[in-house]
Each structure stands twice: as structure tokens, then as C-alpha cells.
């Protein structure tokens, strides 16, 4: 996190994240036909999920989802400025793909 505030002053700070399927717990829901292995691993990503909430509770961060769709009125860099620079991400790999192909 870009912060002017040491995480140490414990400053309140805030973290959209918006809909995206990893930022989302998918909740403790039982799945019927869930098998053994899919549930411990769900199990683990839920605990995980929850280590990293508490730990921004402990450095006080507020977390918020942002609403599919509304990514362009909340999170205006994500639109405007990421985009370009996923852009020339973009650019830049498929060059790269592209002299490197037979690799």
C-alpha cells in the first residue's frame, strides 16, 4: 500500500478492490456434492481469506468490494491509467511471443 502515513502510526487507511473472483470470499457454503479434496481446499482458501482480512484489521484497513460494473466511477485509475499501462503490457508480450515463438 502507497501510503505518506508508516503502517507503524497505524493511520486508518482504505482498499477498494472491485468484483473480481480472488478478492471475493465465496463463502462457507456446503456443496452437497462438494468432494473431499474440493472442500479442504476450499476450507484453506477461506482461512487464507481470512488471515489476510485480520491482518488488515490489525494494520487498520478498511476493505471494500466494488460492484461489478461500477469500476469505472470508483476506481478511475484502474480505467484510465492501468489501462494504458496494461496496454503496452499487452504490446510489449505479443512482441516478445512473437520473436520468441519457436521456444
Avoid at 1 to 10: E, G, H, V, W
Avoid at 19 to 33: C, D, L, S, T, Y
Avoid at 82 to 100: F, S, V
Amino acid at each position: 500500500m502507497a501510503s505518506a502515513y508508516p503502517l507503524r502510526d497505524n493511520e486508518p487507511r482504505f482498499l477498494a478492490l472491485d468484483a473480481f473472483a480472488p478478492h471475493k470470499n465465496k463463502g462457507a457454503k456446503v456443496r452437497a456434492n462438494e468432494s473431499k479434496a474440493t472442500r479442504e481446499k476450499r476450507e484453506k482458501e477461506e482461512r487464507l481469506q481470512q488471515e489476510l482480512r485480520d491482518a488488515f484489521k490489525k494494520l487498520n484497513v478498511t476493505l471494500s468490494i466494488i460492484p461489478g460494473g461500477c469500476t469505472g466511477y470508483m476506481q478511475v485509475l484502474d480505467v484510465l491509467i492501468n489501462k494504458l499501462i496494461k496496454a503496452y503490457i499487452e504490446e510489449y508480450e505479443d512482441q516478445w511471443i512473437e520473436e520468441h515463438f519457436d521456444e
